[in-house]
């Protein structure tokens, strides 16, 4: 019976100084890797959440700029109008303000997350030999967060041309 109690004690013995030194550098050493993981994750879900919202914001500003253009009667939902460029008129460019959803603020511009730019010049091709171009780039550009200092400002840039109609 004496040889069965001694198996017994090795068998159940504790932990000793060096493991538990061990685990608690390895647990040490990887949670603020972990943490730090998750933070980055975070940061660059904002990040991809603020980029597809530009995107809308793009197509938003493009459909205003196109129903403008196509009906001069429509009243423009900003107090600026980007009139449909000619050869005649210089590059003439309006600003919006855009919130955190991505919606237009037309008055309380002190909400605007989104700063957009929107400028409308005469794009007349090579072959085409006119003063009046039938065509317009349009380049929008959006700077996020608008309060912040320029070189704070995550900037994106797009460009179309249209015709008067969209086409």
């Given at each position: 019976?004496?040889?069965?109690?001694?198996?017994?004690?090795?068998?159940?013995?504790?932990?000793?100084?060096?493991?538990?030194?061990?685990?608690?550098?390895?647990?040490?050493?990887?949670?603020?890797?972990?943490?730090?993981?998750?933070?980055?994750?975070?940061?660059?879900?904002?990040?991809?959440?603020?980029?597809?919202?530009?995107?809308?914001?793009?197509?938003?500003?493009?459909?205003?700029?196109?129903?403008?253009?196509?009906?001069?009667?429509?009243?423009?939902?900003?107090?600026?109008?980007?009139?449909?460029?000619?050869?005649?008129?210089?590059?003439?460019t309006i600003k919006m303000f855009y919130d955190k959803q991505g919606s237009l603020i037309e008055h309380d511009h002190e909400k605007?997350?989104?700063?957009?730019?929107?400028?409308?010049?005469?794009y007349v091709r090579t072959h085409y030999y006119s003063d009046i171009s039938p065509l317009a780039r349009v380049i929008i550009k959006?700077?996020?967060?608008?309060?912040?200092?320029?070189?704070?400002?995550?900037?994106?840039?797009?460009?179309?041309?249209?015709?008067?109609?969209?086409?």
């Open positions: 019976m004496n040889t069965k109690r001694s198996i017994n004690d090795r068998t159940k013995r504790g932990t000793t100084l060096t493991e538990v030194v061990i685990a608690l550098s390895v647990i040490a050493f990887s949670v603020p890797l972990i943490l730090g993981a998750t933070g980055g994750a975070h940061q660059s879900r904002q990040d991809a959440e603020a980029d597809t919202r530009a995107i809308w914001i793009v197509g938003d500003v493009k459909r205003r700029v196109i129903n403008k253009w196509s009906t001069d009667t429509q009243r423009s939902d900003v107090e600026e109008t980007l009139i449909f460029p000619s050869s005649a008129t210089p590059k003439n605007g997350v989104y700063l957009v730019t929107v400028e409308a010049s005469p959006i700077q996020q967060p608008a309060k912040s200092s320029s070189d704070r400002q995550k900037k994106l840039t797009y460009q179309f041309v249209s015709n008067r109609y969209g086409f």
